[in-house]
């Protein structure tokens, strides 16, 4: 029988995790037949709610599960894992400044790093969701020098699908009838949802919409505001549809993206698009095989300058500040 894939989960015992786990044990992350082992780490106070929620895993009698562990230490939980999905991390508390919430969360993405660095296995491939989650990734990578850098992705995934969709209901379209939109940069609001390069069944995007108001004043803004209109309607942030996500970047990271379409992925800019060296940015990208490649050679116009040159402005304002952290 198959070997099992080892998957990281941070936050297990979190929101998003209770989507995200049960759709990893129905095989939506590594395939229909391939066995799995958790990996899944809490905070101490939250092992008690982590064994509550294995006990659910246990329930749904999955014969995809080889194996459970939990741990409140990162050196165990990412020992030998191939998949790490870091979704948990530090929400902004009351009285919390910009500051304040990028070393809370160094303090947890440096030594995750160092021990996916240290402990995992030499094929691991790493989405972080956790938020902020570019800045995030950022100092993860930092913090494991000896893993290539291209192994690090953080979820814009889910920007990706708000678009989709958002574009689907605008045209009529079926979402499958829409390919190569993007999402540049951070995963904030001040991300660019970019449909200048898609098609709707072929036809050019644009055309099909024919509405620039529309494209400039509703769509990126209702795509890149879509979290806190969730948190307005529902009193809580996403979470099936982040785990929803988050299950969908991994699953095309390995399996690869469809023919002739791309996907959006934070990824370590190698200079495309003038996008700085090192940052972590939304990006149109293929993959096949657990390896992306960046789509090249996309125009921009200026409209879309101006929107890239702000995302990338926000994405380089917190680099800045973590490596004033000390922690990049
Ligand atoms: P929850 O607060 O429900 O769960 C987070 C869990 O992480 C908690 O159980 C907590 O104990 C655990 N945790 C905290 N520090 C940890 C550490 N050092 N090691 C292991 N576990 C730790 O949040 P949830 O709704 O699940 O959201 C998780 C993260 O996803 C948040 O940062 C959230 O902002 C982010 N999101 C990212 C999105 C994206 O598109 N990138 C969208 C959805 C979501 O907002």
Not at 25 to 38: A, H, K, N, R, S
Request: proline letters at 5%; glycine letters at 10%.
């Amino acid at each position: 029988s198959q070997a099992p894939v080892k998957v990281a989960v941070t936050g297990g015992a979190g929101h998003i995790a209770y989507s995200l786990l049960f759709r990893i044990i129905q095989g939506q992350l590594v395939g229909p037949d391939t066995p799995v082992e958790l990996r899944l780490l809490e905070i101490a106070p939250a092992m008690k709610a982590l064994e509550g929620v294995a006990m659910e895993i246990d329930d749904c009698a999955s014969p995809l599960v080889s194996n459970i562990v939990m741990s409140d230490d990162p050196n165990v939980a990412f020992d030998g894992a191939n998949i790490c999905l870091l979704v948990g991390a530090r929400p902004r508390g009351k009285g919390m400044n910009r500051s304040d919430l990028l070393a809370a969360n160094g303090a947890i993405f440096a030594p995750q790093g160092q021990a996916i660095n240290d402990h995992a296995a030499d094929d691991v491939r790493i989405l972080v969701t956790g938020n902020p989650a570019n800045t995030n990734t950022l100092i993860a990578r930092t913090h494991a020098p000896d893993v290539p850098a291209t192994r690090f992705t953080s979820l814009m995934r889910l920007d990706h699908n708000r678009a989709l969709s958002q574009l689907a209901k605008k045209t009529g379209a079926a979402v499958t009838d829409i390919r190569k939109l993007a999402v540049w940069g951070n995963h904030s609001d001040t991300q660019y949802p970019d449909i200048t390069h898609a098609t709707i069944a072929g036809r050019p995007a644009v055309e099909v919409v024919n509405d620039t108001n529309w494209m400039e004043n509703e769509f990126i803004p209702t795509v890149a505001k879509r979290g806190g209109a969730i948190i307005d309607a529902r009193g809580a942030s996403s979470a099936t549809s982040a785990a929803n996500a988050t299950a969908d970047h991994m699953h095309d990271l390995l399996v690869g993206s469809p023919a002739g379409d791309w996907v959006t992925m934070g990824v370590t800019s190698d200079g495309s698009y003038g996008i700085p060296e090192g940052l972590i940015c939304g990006m149109p990208c293929t993959t096949s095989n657990g390896e992306y490649e960046i789509v090249q050679g996309l125009e921009f116009s200026a409209f879309g300058k101006a929107k890239l040159a702000a995302t990338i402005a926000e994405l380089e304002n917190e680099r800045q500040a973590v490596h004033e952290l000390g922690l990049v």
